[in-house]
């Protein structure tokens, strides 16, 4: 799928031909990129060089070729000392790029993320530094169930002195990995596994998109929607069936959720009045309330209507492909919201 969104991608530093690349492939080039370019980085999780090279889904593929096994390396399955290497490789000068297979085995690696990585520099009053980042990937949607495929955002974002990153298309996948490698503090860059596969116009030669720095998708008028990953296309779905009916969306993507981009949220708000939040993660003290809060902090006398959320029902992902569907929330659900939201229902 390419998106009008994604013939938006921010212009390379050195002019460059735009080329159709999906999301992993557009991530193996961050990597390969800045591999080449700086000696100190290097790749490191469970089959990462392995299978062919690539891990799960491919994001490595190719790299231990070009750079050997001492720069790109396969660990044993050990989410904690994985994590607790890196953060020691990155305080002595290196900068790691850890894979973990999946975001839902994070909890076995949150010490050495939580109580290191993110509070290290903190410590040590800026003496050291923890140029890490744990790439990982979450989402539901393709019948993994419960334990492979929560999404865990407010997690990271909870805790001081992390950084945390949701590209949702390849254009941006790309620029931010490379910001986030160049970055001299933790950063989690969590990415979706249903968006490997998508297309999209990615700027050829070096470029970084600097985080912090929302996108506005699509504009509109209307009604400000903030997507979080797979959530940006669907409302992006929904924002083109609406328009049919004149209700314009404003569809903006964070990008980054720390640091956030409350201005370009704030100032879409008081354009429109009206707001709504979408994620996969569970809508109990999910990352929308956080956004929700921001905005009536910040623009409570810009707002219309009360602000909706369209997240995650609040359970454990369903095997079954019908449960799932009916937990995450759908395209069909956004344009109830904004149907209600402009016509008063809400």
């Known amino acids: 799928m390419v998106t009008t969104s994604e013939r938006q991608a921010p212009a390379p530093a050195s002019a460059g031909d735009e080329r159709l690349l999906t999301y992993a492939q557009a991530l193996n080039e961050a990597l390969r990129e800045e591999m080449r370019r700086d000696p100190t980085v290097f790749v490191m999780g469970e089959d990462v060089a392995a299978w062919g090279?690539?891990?799960?889904?491919?994001?490595?593929?190719?790299?231990?070729?070009?750079?050997?096994?001492?720069?790109?390396?396969?660990?044993?399955?050990?989410?904690?000392a994985i994590v607790a290497l890196a953060v020691g490789a990155a305080a002595a000068g290196s900068r790691p790029v850890v894979e973990l297979m999946y975001v839902d085995f994070v909890g076995l690696a949150m010490e050495p993320l939580v109580n290191q990585a993110a509070k290290l520099r903190y410590m040590f009053g800026g003496k050291v530094s923890v140029p890490l980042v744990l790439r990982t990937q979450q989402g539901a949607g393709r019948g993994n169930a419960a334990q492979h495929s929560q999404s865990l955002e407010a997690w990271f974002c909870h805790v001081p002195g992390l950084k945390v990153v949701t590209p949702s298309?390849?254009?941006?996948?790309?620029?931010?990995?490379v910001s986030a490698i160049r970055d001299n503090n933790p950063v989690v860059f969590l990415e979706h596994k249903l968006l490997y596969g998508t297309r999209g116009y990615v700027p050829a030669g070096e470029y970084a998109i600097p985080l912090g720095v929302?996108?506005?998708?699509?504009?509109?008028?209307?009604?400000?929607?903030?997507?979080?990953?797979?959530?940006?296309?669907?409302a992006l779905q929904a924002a083109e069936q609406l328009a049919e009916e004149g209700i314009e969306l404003e569809v903006i993507d964070p990008r980054t959720l720390v640091p956030l981009d409350e201005a370009a949220i704030v100032a879409s708000v008081k354009k429109t009045g009206r707001l709504i939040v979408t994620h996969e993660a569970v809508t109990r003290a999910g990352y929308g309330a956080e956004i929700v809060a921001r905005v009536v902090e910040l623009a409570f006398d810009y707002l219309d209507a009360p602000p909706l959320r369209v997240c995650g029902k609040n359970v454990p992902v369903p095997y079954s492909a019908v449960l799932e569907e009916a937990a995450l929330p759908q395209v069909a659900d956004l344009v109830a919201a904004a149907r209600a939201l402009v016509r008063g229902a809400a």
């Open 169 to 177: 298309t390849p254009a941006d996948a790309k620029g931010l990995l």
């Open 53 to 80: 090279g690539g891990g799960v889904f491919g994001v490595t593929r190719g790299l231990a070729d070009e750079f050997g096994t001492e720069r790109v390396r396969d660990t044993p399955i050990s989410e904690e």
């Open 214 to 234: 929302a996108d506005i998708k699509r504009p509109g008028r209307h009604v400000t929607v903030v997507g979080i990953h797979m959530m940006v296309l669907k």
